[in-house]
């Protein structure tokens, strides 16, 4: 990044790492090839995800031509995703449940307790297809398809996921309701929000007996699939931390706000660090937040946790704050806003972007 805020940033400004840019109304979005769905426009906040998981056969819309964004996902259409992720396999074993035999999905089932995705899930003896899935349910079959942990000890397969999610005993909880949630579904939610997989609500909360939109499961599926390195999608010669299709590198949360996307750490941030440090800190710039709107752009940073962790945000000198947060900054008139994540005992940059508005577009540059 070219702009210098103050002495104090200029060093932090010279190692120029991240950019980001976004739009007035809405963020633009890679064009998605959603014109197969009646009621699915290009620029909706999940149309990226929806065009990567289409275009490789991963989910479909209904008969009538639609993909109804917006209901409720089952517990078959997401066991039928998962499926189809999978390659589609044969399972010969018994499904566990006694309203499965016979039917549609009885081989999307089979599959799914042969890989043991049911694992920590308290269904009973029935599956219950039409039943609408929970955020909470979301999060334990992705995590049991996509991550390890000792206690159950089950690797995912490591051809489909070669960057599979290694259980962080070091995580942190951050959702206000957290503490209200049973202990092996808050284990998970914490997990897949360190990796940047599930966001939260406005209030701070996660909600996880709250239902799951079709939306909201391809675009958690799809940034887990980016992230494990799923073959399907084409692979970058480049290291990518959340990596999204949305051409702007920021991905929407769904309550609004977005995060950084498609983090590129340029060499010598990597310099001295191991990936599991260089994972650590790009964990915790992923939940720095942004609102847009027209032409104004807000970053909002939480609290690092520590006084030897700072935040800088800022345009220039007069409008820039530090610290370790929680605060938030407006770009005000500027056509650019920046961000850092700062060491302050020996002013190492670990994270660095600038949202830059052009041509009407909030991006991320790189």
Request: proline share 4%.
């Given at each position: 990044?070219?702009?210098?805020?103050?002495?104090?940033?200029?060093?932090?400004?010279?190692?120029?790492?991240?950019?980001?840019?976004?739009?007035?109304?809405?963020?633009?979005?890679?064009?998605?090839?959603?014109?197969?769905?009646?009621?699915?426009?290009?620029?909706?906040?999940?149309?990226?995800?929806?065009?990567?998981?289409?275009?490789?056969?991963?989910?479909?819309?209904?008969?009538?031509?639609?993909?109804?964004?917006?209901?409720?996902?089952?517990?078959?259409?997401?066991?039928?995703?998962?499926?189809?992720?999978?390659?589609?396999?044969?399972?010969?074993?018994?499904?566990?449940?006694?309203?499965?035999?016979?039917?549609?999905?009885?081989?999307?089932?089979?599959?799914?307790?042969?890989k043991r995705l049911f694992d920590n899930l308290d269904w009973g003896t029935t599956f219950d297809a039409d039943k609408p899935l929970t955020r909470g349910e979301t999060v334990e079959l992705i995590w049991n398809l996509?991550?390890?942990?000792?206690?159950?000890?089950?690797?995912?397969?490591?051809?489909?996921?070669?960057?599979?999610?290694?259980?962080?005993?070091?995580?942190?909880?951050?959702?206000?309701?957290?503490?209200?949630?049973?202990?092996?579904?808050?284990?998970?939610?914490?997990?897949?929000?360190?990796?940047?997989?599930?966001?939260?609500?406005?209030?701070?909360?996660?909600?996880?007996?709250?239902?799951?939109?079709?939306?909201e499961a391809t675009l958690m599926l799809q940034t887990t699939l980016m992230k494990v390195g799923y073959p399907k999608f084409v692979p970058d010669d480049k290291v990518y931390y959340n990596k999204t299709s949305n051409?702007?590198?920021?991905?929407?949360?769904?309550?609004?706000?977005?995060?950084?996307?498609?983090?590129?750490?340029?060499?010598?941030?990597?310099?001295?660090?191991?990936?599991?440090?260089?994972?650590?800190?790009?964990?915790?710039?992923?939940?720095?937040?942004?609102?847009?709107?027209?032409?104004?752009?807000?970053?909002?940073?939480?609290?690092?946790?520590?006084?030897?962790?700072?935040?800088?945000?800022?345009?220039?000198?007069?409008?820039?704050?530090?610290?370790?947060?929680?605060?938030?900054?407006?770009?005000?008139?500027?056509?650019?806003?920046?961000?850092?994540?700062?060491?302050?005992?020996?002013?190492?940059?670990?994270?660095?972007?600038?949202?830059?508005?052009?041509?009407?577009?909030?991006?991320?540059?790189?």
């Amino acid at each position: 990044m070219k702009k210098r805020w103050s002495a104090a940033m200029a060093a932090v400004l010279a190692a120029g790492v991240l950019t980001t840019v976004g739009s007035a109304t809405h963020v633009a979005t890679a064009h998605a090839e959603t014109g197969k769905y009646k009621d699915v426009t290009d620029d909706a906040w999940f149309a990226p995800a929806l065009k990567s998981f289409s275009s490789v056969g991963l989910i479909n819309g209904y008969p009538d031509g639609t993909f109804q964004p917006d209901n409720t996902v089952t517990r078959a259409e997401f066991l039928t995703i998962l499926y189809n992720i999978v390659d589609r396999p044969t399972a010969d074993v018994d499904s566990g449940f006694t309203d499965v035999a016979g039917t549609w999905y009885e081989k999307q089932v089979k599959v799914a307790r042969e890989k043991r995705l049911f694992d920590n899930l308290d269904w009973g003896t029935t599956f219950d297809a039409d039943k609408p899935l929970t955020r909470g349910e979301t999060v334990e079959l992705i995590w049991n398809l996509c991550g390890f942990d000792g206690y159950r000890g089950v690797y995912p397969d490591k051809k489909m996921f070669p960057h599979f999610f290694d259980f962080n005993s070091d995580y942190h909880f951050t959702f206000k309701d957290i503490r209200q949630t049973p202990q092996q579904v808050r284990e998970l939610i914490g997990q897949l929000e360190g990796f940047g997989v599930v966001h939260g609500f406005p209030d701070g909360t996660f909600k996880y007996t709250q239902t799951v939109t079709r939306a909201e499961a391809t675009l958690m599926l799809q940034t887990t699939l980016m992230k494990v390195g799923y073959p399907k999608f084409v692979p970058d010669d480049k290291v990518y931390y959340n990596k999204t299709s949305n051409a702007n590198n920021l991905v929407p949360n769904g309550d609004g706000t977005y995060s950084f996307g498609n983090i590129y750490v340029d060499e010598n941030l990597r310099q001295g660090y191991t990936e599991a440090e260089v994972q650590q800190h790009v964990q915790a710039f992923l939940r720095a937040r942004v609102t847009l709107q027209g032409d104004q752009a807000t970053i909002q940073v939480p609290d690092t946790g520590t006084d030897s962790l700072y935040w800088y945000v800022g345009t220039d000198d007069t409008n820039q704050k530090k610290g370790q947060g929680p605060f938030s900054v407006n770009s005000l008139n500027s056509d650019h806003i920046g961000i850092a994540y700062v060491n302050h005992n020996n002013a190492k940059v670990y994270m660095i972007a600038t949202l830059r508005y052009k041509n009407g577009v909030w991006s991320v540059e790189y």
